[in-house]
C-alpha cells in the first residue's frame, strides 16, 4: 500500500446545475483538482433545455460555473475543456459565447463532435479546475 491520501476524495453536488441522472457525480474534487462531469444546457429553474446553440453554450457554462462555484472554484480556475458539438457548423458562434466566458487565459480545451450526445442537445461539455 502507497502513502495515505493527504485530502480526501469530495463529491461535489450542487441544485443550481441539472443533477446526475447516473452513477456518477456533478464533480468531485481530488486534492487541488475538480473533475467536472459533462454538462449539458439544461435550465434547472425550467427543467428545459435552451434553444439554439447560443443559448445553450451560455446556459452550459453558467451550470459549469454553478458546479465550480459549489466546489469552492471559479472560471478562472479551469485549466482544461472538452466541449461536445452535435453539429460541427456551430462551432464558431459556440467559439464566439465561449470566449466572452474566459477573457482572460483560456483553458486547454479540445472540441469534439459527438453524434450521441442527449436529444436536443447541441453542445455539452466537461472541466478541470486547478485550485492550487
Known amino acids: 500500500m502507497g502513502p495515505a491520501m493527504s485530502q480526501p476524495i ?5 441544485s443550481d446545475a441539472p443533477p446526475a441522472i447516473g452513477p456518477y ?4 474534487r481530488a486534492g487541488d483538482f475538480v473533475f467536472v462531469s459533462g454538462q449539458i ?3 434547472v429553474r425550467t427543467g428545459k433545455l435552451a434553444e439554439g446553440i447560443e443559448a445553450q453554450t451560455r446556459q452550459v457554462l453558467d451550470n459549469l460555473r454553478a458546479v465550480l462555484t ?3 472554484a471559479s472560471l478562472a480556475q479551469v485549466v482544461k475543456v472538452t466541449i461536445f458539438l452535435a453539429r460541427w457548423e456551430d462551432f464558431t458562434p459556440m467559439n464566439e459565447v465561449y470566449a466572452t466566458y ?3 487565459r483560456a483553458p486547454a480545451r479540445a472540441v469534439v463532435q459527438g453524434p450521441r450526445i442527449p436529444e436536443g442537445t ?3 461539455l466537461e472541466a478541470i479546475a486547478y485550485l492550487g
Open 10 to 14: 469530495e463529491v461535489i453536488a450542487t
Open 25 to 28: 457525480s456533478q464533480a468531485i
Open 41 to 43: 444546457a439544461v435550465n
Open 70 to 72: 459549489a466546489a469552492g
Open 102 to 104: 474566459f477573457p482572460g
Open 122 to 124: 447541441l453542445v455539452g
